[in-house]
T-cell receptor
Framework: DTAVSQTPKYLVTQMGNDKSIKCEQNLGHDTMYWYKQDSKKFLKIMFSYNNKELIINETVPNRFSPKSPDKAHLNLHINSLELGDSAVYFC????????????????FGPGTRLTVL | KQEVTQIPAALSVPEGENLVLNCSFTDSAIYNLQWFRQDPGKGLTSLLLIQSSQREQTSGRLNASLDKSSGRSTLYIAASQPGDSATYLC????????????FGKGTHLIIQP
């Protein structure tokens, strides 16, 4: 039973294309996240989202947009892909929502390796 | 702005040794700290979560400590095994709730058989 799943595992595409990565969690969690791991293996938060609030890292270009059809899913849409978008993208989830809920252990998906040619 | 540093960046030890991985963070106002392992080409596996009010957590051969006032955490691995070879990541939650984690760059650990 996979707790946090992502599709596809690998994505190879041309510069300028638009693509989506899907994420699903079956943990009943309220909050989901997207992280980017760059070529130097450094992980950085892109978005966090619960059913009330989207928190965006200010360094993320507006070509990236999260979309949540329901609480168990948070998909990542990327428009006009650039070479620098090549990375591994990780989805994660945690139980809590809102500030002040401090016991948030985050669980990660297996990652999606995006290669932009 | 929170920054997380992990030392050493890489470590290679013979099987059976006990070892300590270090993590430091610049802003002591954290909600919790989480240790992960990442195997090559894989996702992150959560090892231990320490709440800001706790001093340590243990799981099997792993023990993580937290000294929030000094901005430090250590991960102690007892009786290391080749299967422990991986990259170990330290991450802090500074905002609580829906805020993301701030990660260190990891310690790449190799356990020699």
């Amino acid at each position: 039973d996979t707790a946090v799943s992502q599709t596809p595992k690998y994505l190879v595409t041309q510069m300028g294309n638009d693509k989506s990565i899907k994420c699903e969690q079956n943990l009943g969690h309220d909050t989901m996240y997207w992280y980017k791991q760059d070529s130097k293996k450094f992980l950085k938060i892109m978005f966090s989202y619960n059913n009330k609030e989207l928190i965006i890292n200010e360094t993320v270009p507006n070509r990236f947009s999260p979309k949540s059809p329901d609480k168990a899913h948070l998909n990542l849409h990327i428009n006009s892909l650039e070479l620098g978008d090549s990375a591994v993208y990780f989805c994660a989830s945690s139980l809590g929502e809102g500030k002040g809920f401090s016991y948030n252990e985050q669980f990660f998906g297996p990652g999606t390796r995006l290669t932009v040619l | 702005k929170q920054e997380v540093t992990q030392i050493p960046a890489a470590l290679s030890v013979p099987e059976g040794e006990n070892l300590v991985l270090n993590c430091s963070f610049t802003d002591s106002a954290i909600y919790n700290l989480q240790w992960f392992r990442q195997d090559p080409g894989k996702g992150l596996t959560s090892l231990l979560l320490i709440q800001s009010s706790q001093r340590e957590q243990t799981s099997g051969r792993l023990n993580a400590s937290l000294d929030k006032s000094s901005g430090r955490s250590t991960l102690y691995i007892a009786a290391s095994q080749p299967g422990d070879s991986a990259t170990y990541l330290c991450a802090v939650n500074s905002g609580g709730g829906a805020d993301g984690l701030t990660f260190g760059k990891g310690t790449h650990l190799i356990i020699q058989p």
